[in-house]
């Protein structure tokens, strides 16, 4: 069974930094695709980030709102993949969700494309 947890969530004030990092267990396959999704309230689930899983490497996929601001990393040896944001905005402001799927997708996709959740893990931006 796989299972995700996140970390890193917090409060920080506009223009500022934080790190999220998604630990996955239970993959026996070393192709998947593992993402970063948020909701804020009121407004529909959106996936922001995502990246493909191959062997020997990996590739990412950004929404048009994250892209330049927010970047992945993947760590193959801890199954951890993680999502540096800087220079947030209150828009940022949203539950954060780590999700996955042992399918292969190059795109984002959409939360109908994932079988794996994590419970989420709150992001608060402002003054």
């Known amino acids: 069974q796989v299972q995700l947890v996140e970390s890193g969530g917090g409060s920080v004030q506009p223009g500022g930094s934080l790190r999220l990092s998604c630990a996955a267990s239970?993959?026996?396959?070393?192709?998947?695709?593992m993402a970063w999704f948020r909701q804020a309230p009121g407004k529909e689930r959106e996936g922001i980030a995502a990246?493909?899983?191959?062997?020997?490497?990996?590739?990412?996929h950004y929404a048009g709102s994250v892209k330049g601001r927010f970047t992945l990393s993947h760590d193959w040896r801890k199954n951890t993949l993680d999502l540096q944001m800087n220079g947030l905005k209150p828009e940022d402001t949203a539950m954060y969700y780590c999700?996955?799927?042992?399918?292969?997708?190059?795109?984002?996709?959409?939360?109908?494309?994932?079988?794996?959740w994590g419970q989420g893990t709150q992001v608060t931006v402002s003054s």
């Open positions: 999700a996955a799927t042992s399918g292969v997708l190059w795109e984002l996709g959409g939360i109908n494309d994932y079988d794996y």
């Open positions: 239970g993959y026996t396959n070393s192709r998947h695709t």
């Open positions: 990246m493909t899983m191959y062997a020997g490497g990996g590739k990412a």
